[in-house]
Structures are given as C-alpha cells and as structure tokens.
C-alpha cells in the first residue's frame, strides 16, 4: 500500500502562486502516472496535469499555460506549480498515483485551495 501526503494549499488572491507537493510513502515502480485532480462539490473530480515515468505531460485546457507539474530530485515526490489563479482554480486538490498496467489507483487526503477575488 502507498500513502500519498499533500502539501502546500491554502488561500490566495487572484493572480497569485502556490506550490503543492505530494510525496509517496514508498518508492514508486515503473510505468506509472501521477497526477493532480481537483474536486469542486457539485462538480466531477477533474484531472488537471499528469506526469508520466517518462516525464511526459498533459494538462487541463483551463490550466495549459497557468500551471506546471514536475517532480522532485526524488522519484516519489511530485510538484504542482499553480501560476495566475482565479478563483475558478478554488478546489480541493488531490494526488493521483496510477499504475497502467495493473489498474491500481492510490490517491492523497486532499489538500483545500482558495483563490479569492
């Protein structure tokens, strides 16, 4: 079992940064994603970037140019940097670590971010 530990939200005015981080309890095996989705109530959980092993990236069309996701010196550490937010970026967001080839899907508590207008 992997435990995913977010850090790094919190509140923020429009146009603003922030950085949050998730780190894997343990080493992460090949052929995985990570990823960053948010949840707003009402709404579907949303990816908003992923991260290959092979440090391929895809983001949400809302995000593309706004935030950047990367990992850290160590493989099991994951970044997500948010640029220019709105308050429409207001959302819990949550870690993603998927394995492809297995279907095995681990996720983090949720880490709450809020943009103010």
């Known amino acids: 079992q992997v435990q995913l530990v977010e850090s790094g939200g919190g509140l923020v005015q429009a146009g603003g940064s922030l950085r949050l981080s998730c780190t894997a309890s343990?080493?992460?095996?090949?052929?995985?994603?990570m990823g960053w989705y948010r949840h707003v109530p009402g709404k579907q959980r949303e990816l908003v970037a992923g991260?290959?092993?092979?440090?391929?990236?895809n983001y949400a069309d809302s995000v593309k140019g706004r935030f950047t996701i990367s990992r850290g010196n160590a493989e099991n550490t994951v970044y997500l940097q948010m640029d220019s937010l709105k308050p429409e970026d207001t959302a819990v967001y949550y870690c993603?670590?998927?394995?492809?080839?297995?279907?095995?899907?681990?996720w983090g508590q949720g880490t709450q971010v809020t943009v103010s207008s």
């Open positions: 991260i290959t092993d092979g440090d391929s990236t």
């Open positions: 343990r080493t992460i095996f090949r052929f995985h994603i």
């Open positions: 993603n670590l998927h394995y492809p080839l297995t279907r095995d899907d681990y």
